[in-house]
């Protein structure tokens, strides 16, 4: 017989949270089963794989149109297209830590700069955002 959860055990299984669960579904990122006359909707153990498939997938920085586009491949057929995917997110990730490299060796400048103004008037902080 195959298990059928209500959605609060769904979203415990899954790792997220019941309104996570129904955001997924104004999405279109999972289904809503139909609510019976005297009762709560049941979701199947696909759903919660499913949920867990759709978390993996933003740890690794998919944005949720992107996983959606992820869900509706069949393999082994697109392979191609989830390695293009796949590869736009990396030089994404990769343009992104170079920003934050970036980020970190001038805050790194600016921070050391402070210990070294200590009893001045002027916070080189505040004077590189001013004048920047």
């Known amino acids: 017989m195959i298990a059928k959860l209500s959605i609060g055990r769904l979203a415990e299984q899954a790792g997220v949270g019941v309104e996570t ?3 997924y579904q104004r999405r279109g990122l999972i289904d809503e089963p139909q609510k019976p006359d005297n009762g709560q909707r049941r ?3 696909e759903t919660v794989e499913r949920v867990r498939y759709i978390r993996r997938a933003k740890a690794l920085g998919f944005t949720l149109d ?3 586009r992820l869900l509706a491949f069949k393999e082994p057929a697109a392979t191609c297209e989830v390695e293009d ?3 736009h997110k990396l030089k994404a990730i990769d343009s992104k830590v170079a920003e ?3 980020m970190r060796s001038v ?3 600016l921070t050391s700069a402070c210990g070294a103004c200590a009893g001045s008037r002027s916070c080189p902080i505040i004077r590189a ?3 920047a």
């Open 43 to 45: 979701y199947s153990e």
């Open 85 to 87: 995917l796949a590869l």
């Open 100 to 102: 934050l490299i970036a």
């Open 66 to 68: 992107e996983i959606a």
């Open 129 to 131: 955002l001013t004048t």
């Open 21 to 23: 669960i129904r955001y």
């Open 107 to 109: 805050l790194s400048t």
